[in-house]
């Protein structure tokens, strides 16, 4: 017998969210190649941070998140007080959505752009609007024709996650210059660490009242399994995240561990640096074996197949060789693989699996 009470409508056309697989039946010592995670794993002072913190388990934790977002803060330049602090940039996407979103609201994100937007939007009970991309790439004047007197967020990744594009400071700030005052441009920066010189959209937030950048601990910092992100946004923006986020959102360990690794500039640099290395070296024997992909800034390379079922059969080959990479059909791109950038045996083992599939195919 089906409950008389109902969600509210939009909440049914939310699929949930599928994380990248970690473990492939009759495989031991599978290597995880599908969630973009930082293959070093998280500094040692984030770790050692994390390990004093536990004496303090029976405290509340600082609501204010004073000392993480002064860290912050220091390392980037930007006033504390213009920063929020979240149980990862998942949960300052929903915030976003909930303040600023709601029935007759629109929310515009790309085709290829991360799912949270859509499915954010969905549950704040707004209208998601999807936006063609040129060529894997955030189209501007495309998001632009989109916006309607209804719309009151935009989202882009940048770089984008699953494609690893970008487009340039001068491009966002188009964008953000060509949005009506009733929109917030919203820049999703997960990835931005890894892009040499790019600072996420932080000054063009710093210079403009409507827009935002998101930041997160689960990537180059290797702290995805605590679940910390951060927003750096115009004043009015940030009191009210601050109205819509619970009052203690980040326990005393995710903000210790996050705090001593935002600090610890050498192994983000490290990190950056062997990931541009293994980066270039991966995507270049993926096109050796006949495989392109777009110049990548993230942590990942696209791998393009011939094929939605090469793709298929390409992913089932590399499981069966115990290689975890992420199918990303649901994004739109059923002929490709988004394969993290492991360490150096990872990224070897896969470009040897992937050639020798190719061999085979041909």
Same mark, same amino acid.
């Not at 977002?69 to 979240?86: N, Q, S, T």
């Not at 192994?267 to 392109?292: I, K, M, T, Y």
């Not at 199918?327 to 020798?356: F, N, Q, S, W």
């Given at each position: ?20 697989? *970690? ?10 190649? @599908? *969630? ?27 609501? *204010? &998140? ?53 499915? @954010? ?24 024709? !989109? ?70 601990? @689960? ?50 640099? &490290?990190?950056? @640096? ?10 270049? !024997? ?77």
């Amino acid at each position: 017998m089906t409950h008389a009470v109902a969600p509210r409508a939009g909440i049914l056309d939310i699929d949930p969210y599928q994380g990248g697989e *970690s473990r492939v039946p009759g495989v031991r010592d599978a290597v995880k190649l @599908s *969630s973009n995670e930082n293959p070093f794993g998280p500094p040692p002072a984030a770790q050692e941070a994390l390990a004093r913190s536990a004496a303090l388990l029976h405290r509340y934790p600082d609501g *204010s &998140h004073a000392g993480l977002r002064r860290a912050i803060g220091e390392v980037h330049g930007l006033d504390p007080e213009r920063i929020v602090c979240g149980a990862g940039s998942d949960e300052l996407i929903a915030f976003l959505c909930t303040a600023y979103g709601g029935e007759g609201a629109e929310v515009i994100h790309t085709e290829h752009g991360f799912s949270m937007y859509r499915l @954010s939007a969905l549950a704040a009970g707004a209208t998601p609007v999807c936006v063609a991309e040129r060529d894997r790439r955030v189209d501007v004047d495309a998001i632009l024709g !989109a916006v309607s007197p209804r719309t009151r967020l935009v989202f882009i990744a940048n770089p984008g996650n699953p494609t690893g594009t970008m487009i340039g400071t001068d491009e966002v700030a188009r964008l953000a210059d060509g949005l009506p005052d009733h929109a917030l441009l919203v820049l999703d920066g997960a990835y931005a660490e890894y892009a040499e010189g790019h600072d996420g959209g932080a000054g063009l937030v710093a210079a403009r009242e409507g827009v935002v950048m998101t930041r997160t601990f @689960s990537k180059i910092y290797g702290l995805g399994g605590l679940r910390v992100g951060w927003a750096f946004a115009p004043a009015h923006v940030i009191d009210v995240l601050n109205r819509v986020r619970g009052p203690f959102n980040l326990g005393t360990p995710q903000l210790a561990a996050a705090e001593a690794a935002m600090r610890d500039r050498a192994f983000v640099d &490290h990190a950056r @640096s062997e990931n541009a290395r293994l980066r270039a070296w991966l995507a270049l !024997a993926l096109s050796q074996a006949g495989v392109p992909s777009d110049a990548s800034e993230a942590n990942f390379v696209l791998a393009r197949l011939k094929s939605p079922e090469e793709a298929a059969a390409c992913d089932a080959h590399l499981r069966a060789e115990g290689l975890i990479v992420r199918r990303v059909g649901g994004y739109g791109l059923p002929h490709c693989l988004r394969i993290t950038v492991g360490d150096e045996a990872a990224c070897r083992r896969v470009a040897d699996a992937l050639a020798r599939f190719r061999e085979r195919a041909e």
